[in-house]
């Protein structure tokens, strides 16, 4: 059951994967549930919140995008859903 949901979350959020303004909210709308309700599962499941939880997927991306394309790192951060190529090698970096 957990598994199902978090395997949901994840196919919503890559579909969404390169929308910079797809966050929390618009998660869990696509989810059909509010924004604390989606919070306290997801956080149950994986102790992490929604937006770590679209972030990580987005590196993850970007991660694969980096050893297989010939991009440059401001191309695949913007392909990824990051608004900032500063924003995304700070977070890359923490990873």
Known sequence: M???FITQLTQIAQANIT???FGPEELASKMGMSHSTLH???KAAT???ISQ???ELRLKKASQL???EQSTVAEIAYN???GSATYF???FNTL
């Open 2 to 4: 957990i598994q199902d």
């Open 19 to 21: 929308n910079e303004n």
């Open 40 to 42: 306290r599962k997801l």
């Open 47 to 49: 102790n992490k919140t």
């Open 53 to 55: 939880f679209i972030r």
């Open 66 to 68: 980096l050893l297989t």
């Open 80 to 82: 990824v859903g990051f």
């Open 89 to 91: 090698n700070k977070c």
